[in-house]
């Protein structure tokens, strides 16, 4: 893609991280190994100029312990 500065052509980069169910607790599991946590991963995306533009949360409460209207 060209930068609308400059005109030169710019390669980017970007990771789409899709996680179901099961993936995200896998996931989890593999953060606790290193010491941590959701916030800590997203804090270190930020430091490697990593940024977020999506995030869908789909939540199944089949007890109802989360009390939503």
């Given at each position: 893609m060209k930068s609308p500065e400059t005109q030169?052509?710019?390669q980017?980069?970007?990771t789409t991280l899709y996680l179901t169910g099961k993936?995200?607790?896998?996931f989890e599991k593999t953060?606790?190994?290193q010491n941590?946590?959701?916030r800590n991963f997203f804090?270190?995306?930020?430091?490697y100029r990593g940024h977020l533009i999506r995030l869908d949360i789909a939540i199944?409460?089949?007890w109802g312990l989360l009390d939503m209207n």
């Amino acid at each position: 893609m060209k930068s609308p500065e400059t005109q030169a052509v710019e390669q980017k980069f970007g990771t789409t991280l899709y996680l179901t169910g099961k993936g995200t607790r896998l996931f989890e599991k593999t953060l606790l190994k290193q010491n941590m946590n959701w916030r800590n991963f997203f804090e270190k995306t930020r430091q490697y100029r990593g940024h977020l533009i999506r995030l869908d949360i789909a939540i199944n409460d089949k007890w109802g312990l989360l009390d939503m209207n």
